[in-house]
């Protein structure tokens, strides 16, 4: 599976703790299967030569050109199979070259211009020994700062349609499922024990609520500064 690469991280949004619950319910919508973005690559033949390893270098499908950084200059996505995920790559225009400033797994699914930003989303699907899946934001501004947050949550871990949003002080095991379930078992991809639905624990954090059941709540927890995680805590 291809790494995450990142060469022009400069600054990072606020966490998920300090953005609207209204940004964080229409980032949520993106989870959706029936959200869709389609590609345009017009504008592809006037752009530098491009080489890159999952595509030929020709227009198709899986490719759409934007200014991303607003420097009038035509930047390129890939966002197309790649033997065999989803692959998600980004090049900006120096005016010479197409320069790669961002590699990942995953699908775009959203590009929001706004008149301070240029907003991408890209979904990457857990899979194989890879068991949680992420939702990637990144911002493009003028000063071609590039600023980063994911979401992620493990494939147990179902979201069905999102409730009203609300927030409260939790304190509790992080699980992947709402239920108790502290058995040990190997880990089949690697020499660590899993325990149970076990993530980590928490105490007197303010989160948002994604969504209530039998004394549980589905939350979203902020590890760090660009990283959060959805799963339950029991009330």
């Known amino acids: 599976m291809k790494t995450l690469i990142f060469l022009l991280i400069a600054s990072f949004i606020p966490s998920l703790n300090a953005q609207s619950l209204r940004e964080i319910h229409s980032r949520l919508q993106l989870l959706n299967d029936s959200v869709q973005f389609t590609l ?5 033949s006037q752009l530098p030569r491009i080489d890159y390893w999952c595509a030929d270098g020709e227009p198709s499908n899986d490719w759409h050109v934007k200014d991303l950084n607003r420097d009038g200059l035509s930047d390129l996505i890939f ?3 790649c033997n065999p ?4 790559a980004i090049f900006l225009n120096n005016g010479k070259e197409l320069e790669l400033v ?3 797994t995953g699908k775009l699914v959203s590009l929001v211009d706004s008149s301070r930003y240029t907003r991408l989303d890209i979904l990457k699907s857990s899979c194989c ?3 949680f899946s992420d939702l990637i934001r990144l911002s493009f501004n003028s000063s071609n700062i ?3 947050h994911t979401l992620s949550f493990h494939y147990n871990t179902k979201i069905d349609a999102v409730q009203n949003l609300g927030e409260k002080v939790v304190s509790g ?3 992947t499922t709402p239920m108790v379930n502290d058995s040990t078992q190997n880990d089949p991809c690697s020499s660590d024990i899993i325990r149970g639905n076990q993530l980590y624990e928490i105490k007197d ?3 948002p609520i994604i969504a209530s059941k039998n004394g549980w709540h589905l939350v979203i927890h902020t590890k760090d500064k660009n990283n959060s995680i959805i799963a339950w805590v029991k009330d």
């Open 102 to 104: 961002f590699e990942s």
């Open 173 to 175: 095991k992080l699980r």
């Open 129 to 131: 020994c890879d068991y």
């Open 205 to 207: 954090k303010k989160l």
């Open 79 to 81: 966002s197309g199979p």
């Open 146 to 148: 590039v600023s980063r």
């Open 85 to 88: 995920y989803y692959q998600t």
């Open 40 to 44: 345009d690559s017009s504008g592809f």
